[in-house]
């Protein structure tokens, strides 16, 4: 059975940091590509992020380039997101979410994991 | 990367069809072959409907079906059912492995 696990939300202010993670089990993870997406009830559904099945093609939405940093542990069969520099507007529910090669739409998504910015 | 353009409700008596338009640009929909349709209910995870604009993924009742004509994408469903009213999306490949969602719409069973 296909489990998606994130954990590492949480409330923090303006201006820091957090991890998310995002773990997997049930099928192999190393061959997948991953990606982030946020929600919130004013915008909906956003996309975050997305990183290859080794790491080495990664891409960001404009409005987190350079604050978040996607990354992968095939070992562990984790994906993470860090998240630096964190803003008011960045205050959502983010999930993590798959994509087979080659079927560029998300199959399974985790159950998605708050993330509150605020003073 | 803007969103794409959906209508923010729809609605239907059971057994009646609704469409869902998901607008964008040639260089979204228009570029690529690769819509997607989420359903969402309340608390829960998105769900892919429709991929590749007009497949169904295995278990998906074949009352859902999708469509592309220009920038403009349509998901409709017939025969509408009670379990049907939830929040569906749809989203496009954009290039550049980008990826961009719409802005929702609220489909109601009346």
């Known amino acids: 059975e296909v489990q998606l696990v994130e954990s590492g939300g949480g409330l923090v202010q303006p201006g820091g940091s957090l991890r998310l993670s995002c773990a997997a089990s049930g099928f192999t993870f190393s061959i997948y590509w991953w990606h982030w997406v946020r929600q919130t009830p004013e915008e909906g559904l956003v996309w975050v992020s997305r990183?290859?099945?080794?790491?080495?093609?990664?891409t960001y939405a404009d409005s987190v380039k350079g604050r978040f940093t996607i990354s992968r542990d095939n070992a562990k069969n984790t994906l993470y997101l860090q998240m630096n520099s964190l803003r008011v507007e960045d205050t959502a529910l983010y999930f993590c979410?798959?994509?087979?090669?080659?079927?560029?739409?998300?199959?399974?998504w985790g159950q998605g994991i708050l993330v509150s910015v605020s003073s | 990367q803007s969103a794409l353009t959906q209508p923010r409700s729809v609605s239907g008596s059971p057994g009646q069809s609704v469409t869902i338009s998901c607008t964008g640009t040639n260089s979204d929909i228009g570029g690529y072959n690769y819509v997607s349709w989420y359903q969402q209910h309340p608390g829960k995870a998105p769900k892919v409907m429709i991929y590749?604009?007009?497949k169904r993924p295995s278990g998906v009742p074949d009352r859902f079906s999708g469509s592309k004509s220009g920038n403009t994408a349509s998901l409709t469903i017939s025969g509408l059912q009670a379990e049907d009213e939830a929040d569906y999306y749809c989203?496009?490949?954009?290039?550049?492995?980008?990826?961009?969602f719409g802005t929702g719409t609220s489909v109601t069973v009346l």
């Open positions: 990183i290859n099945p080794d790491g080495s093609t990664i």
């Open positions: 989203c496009s490949f954009a290039g550049a492995y980008i990826y961009v």
């Open positions: 590749d604009v007009t």
């Open positions: 979410a798959r994509v087979t090669s080659g079927q560029p739409h998300l199959d399974y």
